[in-house]
């Protein structure tokens, strides 16, 4: 069965820093896509960033990257010059077929001023 | 654009009733999905529907089901409601151009059943 681990319960840094958060996942399959998602206390589930697992290219969003590295199984998010609002519960999430997204346990970000 | 839309916002039932989850997908979006984030268990997948049809299921017992209607809106009804069923209930929608199109997701419905 496919599973992604997010190590990292809660993490807190303060506004403008730069923070990574790190994600792995197990699956024997070559073609699959990960997900990072927000979730603000609002609840609203929202797409940060993708990455397809064919591309070698690391993909960006403005102030968002993640660094994947296939090889090791790991994803991780990195959020450059952190803003209040961007406090959030962070999931990872892997992809690899049938629709099913298969979610972390999150990591509880918060931005402090 | 609208996005996905989820009603009621809340729901308060009692243990044994059926409780009825409404999802409006995205415009265009004809795949339909339905998360379950309990306290403690994460998320974790329900239901997809697409074009009308379930076309794949989670590790959950029957008395979870649902159905998709022909402008692709979704219901998610669960019955004989147990404590336990007390969570927020995500509903995604997607296009389905392949097998892992990126989901879009609702603000939820907060179920609690007591």
């Known amino acids: 069965a496919q599973t992604v681990t997010q190590s990292q319960p809660e993490m807190s840094v303060q506004e403008a820093e730069t923070v990574t958060l790190s994600c792995t996942y197990d699956?024997?399959?070559?073609?699959?896509?990960l997900f990072w998602y927000k979730q603000p206390p609002s609840r609203q589930m929202i797409l940060v960033i993708r990455?397809?697992?064919?591309?070698?290219q690391n993909a960006t969003e403005n102030r968002f990257s993640v660094n994947f590295q296939k090889a090791a199984k790991s994803f991780s998010l990195k959020i450059s010059d952190s803003q209040l609002g961007d406090t959030a519960m962070y999931f990872c999430a892997f992809n690899q077929g049938a629709q099913k997204l298969v979610f972390g346990q999150g990591t509880r970000l918060t931005i402090n001023p | 654009e609208a996005g996905v839309t989820q009603s009621p916002t809340h729901l308060i039932k009692t243990r044994g009733q059926q409780a009825t989850l409404r999802c409006s997908p995205i415009s265009g979006h004809t795949s339909v999905y339905w998360y379950q984030q309990a306290l403690g268990l994460g998320l974790q997948f329900l239901l997809w529907?697409?074009?009308?049809?379930?076309?794949n299921r989670g590790n959950f017992p029957p008395r979870f089901s649902g159905r998709q209607f022909p402008n692709y809106s979704s219901e998610l009804n669960v019955n004989a409601l147990e404590l336990e069923d007390s969570a927020l209930y995500l509903c995604?929608?997607?296009?389905?151009?392949?097998?892992?199109?990126?989901?879009?997701f609702g603000p939820g419905t907060r179920l609690t059943v007591l």
């Open positions: 995604a929608s997607s296009l389905y151009l392949s097998p892992t199109d990126t989901q879009y």
């Open positions: 529907y697409d074009e009308g049809e379930e076309r």
């Open positions: 990455q397809e697992a064919y591309k070698q």
């Open positions: 699956t024997s399959e070559n073609n699959y896509y």
